[in-house]
């Protein structure tokens, strides 16, 4: 086992030691020692799949339903699914933007039509 450690760490080195100097830096910034190359990347069909998604897309489709509106446009839409994905995970910054778009409309602010 010991052995396999040793070999691991000895291509992690290699590895760090065979990038460029952003590319060590920006590992160094999260350091090295938390810096895990062997990783397997992120599968991008979880983030369109995962339960947060088809919840998120549901809502947009009732949302644009009741304001009688088609999809929005497909940047407007991608905008709008990540900030409601955001809120099904309890992001920070989207129940920031959510609590302050909540208080103006307290506040008896109406956007203008457009």
């Known amino acids: 086992m010991k052995n396999e450690e040793r070999e691991r760490e000895i ?9 460029t ?12 020692d938390n810096w895990d190359p ?8 979880d983030r369109l799949f995962s339960s947060d998604s088809m919840r998120a897309n549901a809502l947009l489709r009732d949302f644009y ?3 009688g509106m088609e999809e929005e446009s497909v940047v407007t839409h991608k905008e709008m699914f ?3 994905t955001g ?3 309890g992001e920070a910054r989207a129940l ?10 307290e506040k ?3 956007a203008p039509s457009g």
């Open 65 to 67: 339903s009741a304001q």
């Open 108 to 110: 008896g602010f109406e």
């Open 11 to 19: 291509r992690k080195r290699a590895i760090f030691d065979g990038m």
């Open 38 to 45: 062997f990783l397997e990347p992120k599968d991008p069909r």
């Open 82 to 84: 990540d900030f409601c």
């Open 87 to 89: 809120l099904l995970k």
């Open 21 to 32: 100097q952003k590319g060590r830096e920006r590992i160094l910034r999260i350091g090295y």
């Open 96 to 105: 920031f933007l959510f609590r302050f778009c909540r208080w103006l409309g």
